[in-house]
């Protein structure tokens, strides 16, 4: 049980709520401080797969736009594989798949690895990382384009390098149009990380499992798990409103309604 139990109010509160045979209330919140407790497994994936995704997808969105050569061919085969293969279809293959290309490798090149030390974790963030890539990739491509063309130019003219114009210019341009379409994809990765349990982690959905198996009462904690599942989801798009005010762009309307040394 988490600390916040400790005095035993939660126990007394589940006292009062109602029980039965065939549905149980009390069964349901039962179960939540459990499937809380593995809450950080379940945010720790998600931020890793969405930190490495958003990495990976920005590198596909510019090989794209810039249809570099031998890269573009290799991108769009990688893209258009990760996006018609379901994600735990990718998950088996990476958590089978990277331990065999080590053992190769270490066959071959004498590589000194210990593949049974390497976390579950590695090959789920890996999988996340990749699937979310081949789509944020797309969402990026298309927030990069919509930069006017005209504020890229000024920044050449003034002597800035493509990165620098790319740091400067095009990146938080872009970031305004795709946070919304990101904290999307953020909201689906957290609750795509359920499907983890496949590769051994016990996040929030294989604690369900587990308790779940313990009394038979499924449905109970499944909707337990439904319920923590729902309430980040809710937390996590609240901050992406918060980011995307912070973000905002004023219209020039609005522009007119604030004396010039008040507009930051």
Known sequence: MTLFLATGWYDKLLEKIPDGQLFSWRAVF???PTIIEKLPTTLGLTLA???FGLLLALLFAIVKINKVKFLYPIQALFVSFLRGTPVLV???????GIPLLLK???QK???DVNINAIPAEVFAITAFAFNEAAYTSE???AAIQSVNPGEIEAARSLGMTSQQVYRRVIIPNAAVVATPTLINTLIGLTKGTSLAFNAGIVEMFAQAQILGGSDYRYFERFISVAIVYWVVSIVIEQVGRLIEKKMEIKSPDRLANHPVGEVR
Do not use: W
């Open 30 to 32: 039962d179960a939540l």
């Open 49 to 51: 797969g969405s930190l």
């Open 90 to 96: 990718q998950l088996m293959l990476t958590y089978y």
């Open 104 to 106: 190769a490798m270490r």
């Open 109 to 111: 090149y004498g590589l």
């Open 139 to 141: 969402t990026l491509r």
